[in-house]
Nanobody, 124 residues
Framework: QVQLVESGGGLVQAGGSLRLSCAAS????????MGWFRQTPGKEREFVAA????????YYADSVKGRFVVSRDNAKNTVVLQMNSLKPEDTAVYYC?????????????????WGRGTQVTVSS
C-alpha cells in the first residue's frame, strides 16, 4: 500500500505562486501514474493534473493549463505541482493521488490511493 503526504499549501495573493509536494512511501512509486485533484466545499473533487510513471505523459485540466506545472522525481518518490498566476477560484483543498495506467485519466474513481490533502487559499 502506497501512502501519500501532501505539503506546501498556504495563503497567497492572487497572481502569486505556490509549490505543492507529495511524498510517497513504497518502492514502486515509479510504476504509478500520479494525479492532483482539488475540492471546495459543496463541490465534487475535480481533476487538476496528472503525470505518468516515467514522466513522459502529462495532462492538465483546461482551467490550469499554462499556469500549473506537474513534475516528479522518482528517485525521491515525490511529485510536485508548481502553481503560478494563482486566482481566487484556485482556492481548494488539493489532493495527491495514484493509480496504474492512463485511461480515463481525469476520473477520480480510477485512482487507488490518496493523500489527506493540503489547503490552498488565494486571496483577491
Amino acid at each position: 500500500q502506497v501512502q501519500l503526504v501532501e505539503s506546501g499549501g498556504g495563503l497567497v495573493q492572487a497572481g502569486g505562486s505556490l509549490r505543492l509536494s507529495c511524498a510517497a512511501s513504497g518502492r514502486t512509486f515509479s510504476s504509478y501514474t500520479m494525479g492532483w485533484f482539488r475540492q471546495t466545499p459543496g463541490k465534487e473533487r475535480e481533476f487538476v493534473a496528472a503525470i505518468s510513471g516515467s514522466g513522459a505523459l502529462i495532462y492538465y485540466a483546461d482551467s490550469v493549463k499554462g499556469r500549473f506545472v506537474v513534475s516528479r522525481d522518482n528517485a525521491k518518490n515525490t511529485v510536485v505541482l508548481q502553481m503560478n498566476s494563482l486566482k481566487p477560484e484556485d482556492t481548494a483543498v488539493y489532493y495527491c493521488a495514484g493509480r496504474s495506467g492512463w485511461i480515463a485519466i481525469m476520473d477520480l474513481l480510477k485512482y487507488n490511493f490518496w493523500g489527506r490533502g493540503t489547503q490552498v487559499t488565494v486571496s483577491s
